[in-house]
Antibody, heavy 122, light 112 residues
């Protein structure tokens, strides 16, 4: 059974950095495209970032709201996807979900983590 | 960015009765090869979202057949033929024709 476990969330001041991790088990991580989706308190879902498997170039994509501040990466040897979040803003406060994209096109997220809460506040 | 508009935003349904949610896109989600990239997710209270429907009408593994998706171009519908108590939660549509992938606002379904 696939498991995605996020960690690294917490309370951070505006302008500071945080790195989220997503440990994947039960899947061949190297064959997985990974993505981060966030949900502000009481709000809807927002796609944040995406990284393709190395076999598809390992390229990355970002939402405009985080481009230049967030960096998604992966360590296939550890089966971990990361989200480095710099220059955090109060608007980044949300639960961050790690997801696995099934297939080769579109937001077909068949596995989700339980989410990790990031609170940006002074 | 493509905007998805869901209606209604909330729905109160009697168990055993049907339910329908609309998702309208600001642009066509049809690709030149004939595929259409519209997906539906359900988020139950306190849980992560779960995939229900992919590419308009494909029912994901394990999803009960009372859930069905339909539509084309810019207009899409999720139908529940007979609502059960376990179907309560917030339903989101999301488009995948182009980046950024964007979600609808969500439709909250509750039992009457």
């Amino acid at each position: 059974e696939a498991q995605l476990v996020e960690s690294g969330g917490g309370l951070v001041q505006p302008g500071r950095s945080l790195r989220l991790s997503c440990k994947v088990s039960g899947l061949t991580f190297g064959d997985c495209d990974m993505s981060w989706v966030r949900q502000a308190p009481g709000k809807g879902l927002e796609w944040v970032a995406f990284i393709r498997r190395k076999g598809f170039g390992g390229t990355t994509e970002y939402a405009a709201s985080v481009k230049g501040r967030f960096t998604i990466s992966r360590d296939d040897s550890k089966s971990i996807a990361y989200l480095q979040m710099d220059s955090l803003e109060t608007e980044d406060t949300a639960v961050y979900y790690c997801t696995r994209r099934w297939g080769t096109f579109g937001p077909l997220f068949d596995n989700w983590g339980q989410g990790t809460l990031v609170t940006v506040s002074s | 960015d493509i905007v998805l508009t869901q209606t209604p935003l909330s729905l109160s349904v009697t168990v055993g009765q049907p339910a329908s949610i609309s998702c309208k896109s600001s642009q066509s989600l049809l690709r030149s090869d004939g595929k259409t990239f519209l997906y539906w997710y359900l988020q139950k209270a306190g849980q992560s979202p779960q995939l229900l429907i992919y590419e308009v009408s494909g029912r994901f593994s394990g999803v009960p057949d009372r859930f069905s998706g339909s539509g084309s171009g810019t207009d899409f519908t999720l139908k529940i033929s007979r609502v059960e108590a376990e179907d309560v939660g917030v339903y989101f549509c999301v488009q995948g024709i182009g980046l950024p992938w964007t979600f609808g606002q969500g439709t909250k379904v509750e039992i009457k």
